[in-house]
């Protein structure tokens, strides 16, 4: 009878353990914030950022637990770009940008440059609004390592009617260990796509009673299930 007592008590704490998770319901989960989650019964899910900013997602969802864990189906997050470097015969290096973009104009991007891991200042970067498309540049300074921020131009509009931007997006480092007398031909190679899609990797989300905790910049975000 002892034993039969404490495989019921084992019994009963088995069955609380799985009443305690919380159920989960395929659907839309908003709140008052700029997030939207939408999950479906195939496993995946579509994200949506709307404020002055603008982002969305998609991939695919899995739970464990009282955790929901988001993966994109896109995982690349960086702009790659080529480089070919050649001599040039005078007393400083010279950069050449391109903008390599076939659907849309090269003037909608804005490449900031870093050299050696530091913003690219002249006088005339700061007194007059930086050149938009393809480019180029002089510099004295050896150029060991090179990336840029693109920034996506002009704003959109959403149908909130909103003007709204994209952040901006990093591309790929490159260490063309530039010298003084030489061109550096630098193409960026602009994936569209990329502004305004943020990449999860295995994000994780909490379930607490039909809503979900999404935690954004180390913003606690309340979202609940909409019917």
Same mark, same amino acid.
């Given at each position: 009878m002892k034993y039969?007592?404490?495989?019921?008590?084992?019994?009963?704490?088995?069955?609380?353990g799985c009443i305690s998770l919380p159920p989960f319901i395929n659907g839309k989960y908003s709140g008052?914030? =700029?997030?939207t989650l939408v999950f479906f019964e195939d496993s995946t899910f579509k994200y949506e950022y709307h404020a002055m900013w603008y982002?969305?997602?998609?991939?695919?969802?899995?739970?464990k637990g009282n955790l929901i864990y988001l993966t994109s189906f896109e995982q690349r997050d960086k702009i790659p770009i080529e480089y070919v470097k050649t001599k040039n015969n005078q007393r400083k290096s010279i950069v050449k940008i391109k903008i390599n973009?076939?659907?849309?104009?090269?003037?909608?991007? &804005?490449?900031?440059?870093y050299i050696n891991g530091?913003?690219?200042?002249?006088?005339r970067s700061l007194l007059e609004p930086h050149v938009q498309g393809s480019y180029s !540049?002089?510099?004295?300074?050896?150029?060991?390592?090179?990336?840029?921020?693109?920034?996506?131009? =002009? !704003?959109?509009?959403r149908g909130t009617g909103y003007a709204m931007c994209y952040d901006d997006i990093r591309t790929e480092t490159i260490h063309p260990h530039l010298s003084i007398g030489e061109?550096?031909?630098?193409?960026?190679? &602009?994936?569209?796509?990329? !502004?305004?899609?943020k990449v999860f990797k295995d994000k994780k989300i909490e379930l607490k009673n039909r809503k979900i905790i999404f935690r954004d910049k180390g913003r606690k975000n309340k979202l609940y299930l909409k019917q």
């Amino acid at each position: 009878m002892k034993y039969v007592y404490i495989g019921l008590v084992c019994l009963s704490i088995l069955l609380n353990g799985c009443i305690s998770l919380p159920p989960f319901i395929n659907g839309k989960y908003s709140g008052k914030n =700029p997030h939207t989650l939408v999950f479906f019964e195939d496993s995946t899910f579509k994200y949506e950022y709307h404020a002055m900013w603008y982002s969305e997602s998609s991939g695919s969802w899995r739970k464990k637990g009282n955790l929901i864990y988001l993966t994109s189906f896109e995982q690349r997050d960086k702009i790659p770009i080529e480089y070919v470097k050649t001599k040039n015969n005078q007393r400083k290096s010279i950069v050449k940008i391109k903008i390599n973009i076939l659907e849309k104009p090269e003037t909608d991007y &804005i490449c900031f440059t870093y050299i050696n891991g530091k913003p690219l200042l002249d006088e005339r970067s700061l007194l007059e609004p930086h050149v938009q498309g393809s480019y180029s !540049f002089d510099t004295k300074v050896p150029v060991d390592s090179l990336y840029f921020l693109v920034a996506k131009r =002009p !704003f959109v509009l959403r149908g909130t009617g909103y003007a709204m931007c994209y952040d901006d997006i990093r591309t790929e480092t490159i260490h063309p260990h530039l010298s003084i007398g030489e061109t550096l031909d630098v193409t960026v190679n &602009i994936i569209d796509s990329l !502004f305004g899609y943020k990449v999860f990797k295995d994000k994780k989300i909490e379930l607490k009673n039909r809503k979900i905790i999404f935690r954004d910049k180390g913003r606690k975000n309340k979202l609940y299930l909409k019917q």
